[in-house]
Structures are given as structure tokens and as C-alpha cells.
């Protein structure tokens, strides 16, 4: 059995290996139903989980294989003489599915001549080139041995489908167009394909009388309840099921026999990939697929975990920057809150507590005094001159600016406490590094005995 990608997805599976493992959870979940609530399930012993095999090495080790068969080397007789009958009935009925009008009898005007053939194929059931002939393949015929009415029905459906493809069949598919002759062709010629199939059994009944055949068999039957069904509305003054065609010129005529050499100039036509190249042997290509199969989970499985590692990374850097987000927005809003209260305690628009200056004021508890004094004071405007005025250079002094080589400004009482060779830059940073966004308190702090 081939599962199609499709019914994966319909599954919610991945892969076929998701496809099996809900499967052993359907078995499971039934063995559980039949043990606990005691459901009635009488196939539950029977039950099994396939194996998987990989699918792309049948289909690499298979060989499409095509070809015409005569009736005589491929039929045993008694096949062949139901087979010889249906062939001449399909003969007709194939002209009519191709354009051609019921005449006398059981015979066709105009349509095509198709010749009814035997093929043998592993890739359809029929075929046709869609100008001479119309195969079936003769596995299918051969049913007519055990089962004639049956199999004479399906391959009737069958002419009606390649007389559908008006051309070749074998290198074509199925479009809408395609369903809708189909369509049309089943309803157009149901009566006819009725009455085909009437006179096939006369035909095939009539060689069996004529051997001196008993009246037995499936084929018999039919006829004898067509018979008995239209002697019983005769009596009744109706007309019969079915009118007698036991003189029609399709039943009495008699059958040509088949066209050697129309059969092996299809053969040559028939050209197959690797012709001469033996049979696989399935059983060696179901090891090799099986063991394929082996490969293609393993490589399925790392691909998983590469997935599964890939998107807990992503879902880690997610969560990070959702975190940085959200202290970012809380710190906005705190200092925003500190804004308000600043601008409402010094009795100033919003707009003038500068971001600066909130440094200052929130840098540890204070007195609303002390606050005011700061405010008052605005040390960070000094701070931002002094700013300023460091990074004015000479224009010969770019060199120095982008090296940003100048010793830090510290208060007087913290210069000793520069390192030789640190710059403000390196101070800058180390500050931060441990935590201080003033370097004048990263510098106190660094000379702490446990520092």
C-alpha cells in the first residue's frame, strides 16, 4: 500500500514515521476500549502496524512493462471461447463509442474499427493508441472463467473509458474534459451496451449448445431468466424483456480470427525502457527498500532534533529581548513617573526635567529639600559644559579625539585614584561593566578593602 503526503497531512503527520506512531496510538486506544469497557471488536487480534519501506526505491527498480499477447498462447479454451465472443461484441460496441450509428442488427455505421486485443501490462488495465486497437490485459480476461457476467460488465466500462481518451492512453491523463465524454458515453450508449452484452451471451451460449455443452454455468442462467422473464410478459401480452437476437448478424457472423501481423507491428511500436533488462526480484528490492527506509528515519530524526534545537534557541533569544522590552518599558515608565512627580514638586512643565537631570535626582533616596537644592544647583549642566568643552579639539588633535585618549575629569579628591594609563574611555566602561553608571562611584568603590 502507498500512503500519499496527502494523507499524511490529513493525519496532522509530518512523515510516514508520525503516520505509523499514530497508528499504534489507534491500537492502543482500542485495546484499552476492548479490556476496560469491554467493546465488542472481533478483528482486534488482527490488527497490525505496517512497515515502512521507502517508497523511492520501488519506484526506481520498477520497469514499465507493455506489450500485445495472442489469444492462443495466452487463454486456455474454454476462456478463449468466451473471450473470442466478448471481443466480436466489443468490436461493434467500441465503433459506436466513437462516433458511429446503430445499423441492422447489432451492427455499426461509420466510427472507428478498433481491434480488440490481449495485453499484458503492469501499468493499466487497458490501453489504446486511439486509432486501431483497444488491448485489455489478460489477467483481467481471465476472470471470465470464473466470473463471465461480471468482468464482461467491467471490461464494457473499460472500452467506454479508452474510446473517452480520444488518442493515446498510455501517455495521458485525466482532465475534466476527459470526465465529462466518460460521462456522456455511459448515459449516450447504456441501452446498446445492454443489448452488447445480451448478444455476447447468446454468442458464447450458442458455441457451447453447438459442442454439445450441458446447460450450466452463470452464462446459461442469464439466459435462461431473459427468457423465461419474456415468455412469462408474452403470455401477458407485453413485449418481451429483450427482443431475440439469436439471428442477429453479430451473433451468427462469424469471428475473425486475429491479425498476427497487426500484433507484433504494435509490439514494435511499444517501445520500453530497458526492454532486455530482467524482472527485479521484489523480494531482494523489499529488503533494500526496507533498509532505506532505516536511513531515511535516521536522518529524519536528526533533522528533528536540528528543528527542535533550532527553535528553543529562537524561543531563548525570544524570551531575552521580550525581557530587555519589558525593562526597557518599565524603566521608561518609571522615569516617566519620576518626571511627573519632579515637574509637580518644582512646580515646572514636564518638558523641563531633563533626562540629565534625573540621574541626579534618583540617585538615592532624598529629602524634598535636598531635592530642591539639587534643582537649584543643576550640577548636570556643569557636567554636560564640562562635557563639552573636553571634546573640543584642534583640528590637529582628530587623532586624539577618536583614540578618546584624555584622562578622565574626576574630582580633585578622586584624581589620585586614576590608574596610570586609564583613559576616561576605559573607566567608562569598566564602570559599567560592574555596574555604576558614575565613574566618580566606580572609582570610590574600587578602593573598598573588599572591592
Same mark, same amino acid.
Given at each position: ?51 515502512? /519501506?521507502?517508497? !523511492?526505491? @520501488? =519506484?526506481? +527498480? ?5 506489450? *500485445?499477447?495472442? %489469444? ?71 476472470? /471470465?472463467?470464473? !466470473?463471465? @457476467? =461480471?468482468? +464482461? ?5 473499460? *472500452?467506454?473509458? %479508452? ?289
Amino acid at each position: 500500500m502507498i500512503v500519499h503526503p496527502s494523507t499524511l497531512d490529513r493525519f496532522g503527520c509530518y512523515n510516514a514515521q508520525d503516520f505509523v506512531e499514530c497508528l499504534v496510538r489507534v491500537h492502543a486506544n482500542l485495546h484499552h476500549d476492548v479490556e476496560q469497557n469491554g467493546t465488542q471488536y472481533w478483528w482486534l487480534n488482527g490488527l497490525f502496524v505496517p512497515d515502512l /519501506l521507502a517508497f !523511492s526505491t @520501488l =519506484r526506481d +527498480a520498477f520497469i514499465e512493462r507493455t506489450h *500485445i499477447v495472442t %489469444e492462443k498462447d495466452a487463454l486456455d479454451h474454454e476462456t478463449r471461447r468466451a473471450w473470442t465472443a466478448l471481443r466480436w461484441c466489443l468490436h461493434h460496441y467500441a465503433a459506436l463509442c466513437t462516433g458511429g450509428r446503430p445499423a441492422y442488427g447489432g451492427q455499426v455505421r461509420d466510427g472507428k474499427s478498433l481491434h480488440i486485443l490481449l495485453g499484458q501490462s503492469n501499468i493499466a488495465e487497458a490501453w489504446t493508441d486511439g486509432s486501431s486497437y483497444i488491448a485489455v490485459d489478460v489477467t483481467l480476461v481471465k476472470r /471470465l472463467k470464473s !466470473s463471465p @457476467l =461480471r468482468t +464482461a460488465a467491467y471490461i464494457f466500462s473499460l *472500452i467506454e473509458h %479508452e474510446a473517452a481518451h480520444e488518442g493515446d492512453s498510455l501517455d495521458c491523463g485525466h482532465d475534466e474534459a476527459f470526465y465529462q465524454r466518460l460521462h456522456d458515453l455511459a448515459l449516450q450508449h447504456s441501452e446498446q451496451r445492454q443489448r452488447y452484452t445480451h448478444m455476447w451471451l447468446m454468442k458464447y451460449t450458442m458455441s457451447l449448445e453447438g459442442e454439445g455443452k450441458r446447460a450450466r454455468g452463470e452464462p446459461w442462467r442469464e439466459r435462461f431468466l431473459i427468457d423465461r422473464a419474456g415468455s412469462g410478459r408474452e403470455k401477458r401480452g407485453l413485449p418481451p424483456t429483450i427482443e431475440d437476437v439469436s439471428n442477429d448478424p453479430v451473433v451468427v457472423g462469424a469471428i475473425p480470427d486475429e491479425n498476427m501481423d497487426f500484433i507484433d507491428y504494435q509490439n514494435t511500436l511499444l517501445t520500453v525502457a530497458d526492454t532486455g533488462s530482467p524482472a527485479p526480484d521484489w523480494s531482494e528490492v523489499l529488503t533494500r527498500a526496507e533498509a532505506d527506509q532505516k536511513l531515511i528515519e535516521a536522518q529524519n530524526r536528526v533533522d528533528t532534533a536540528q528543528s527542535v534545537a533550532a527553535q528553543r534557541q529562537h524561543d531563548d533569544e525570544t524570551a531575552y529581548w521580550a525581557e530587555i522590552d519589558a525593562y526597557e518599558k518599565a524603566q521608561t515608565e518609571a522615569d516617566e513617573a519620576a518626571r511627573q512627580r519632579f515637574s509637580t514638586l518644582f512646580h515646572v512643565q514636564v518638558e523641563e526635567v531633563h533626562p540629565d537631570a534625573l540621574c541626579y535626582l534618583m540617585r538615592e533616596d532624598l529629602s524634598a529639600d535636598q531635592l530642591h537644592t539639587l534643582w537649584a544647583a543643576k550640577p548636570w549642566e556643569a557636567y554636560e559644559l564640562e562635557g563639552s568643552a573636553y571634546y573640543e579639539f584642534e583640528d590637529g588633535d582628530l587623532d586624539e579625539a577618536d583614540g578618546h585618549t584624555g584622562r578622565h575629569r574626576a574630582a580633585e579628591d578622586l584624581q589620585v585614584l586614576i590608574r596610570p594609563g586609564e583613559t576616561a574611555l576605559t573607566l567608562e566602561r569598566n564602570a559599567a561593566a560592574a555596574g555604576f553608571f558614575w565613574v566618580d562611584d566606580y572609582l570610590k568603590w574600587r578602593e573598598e578593602p573588599d572591592a
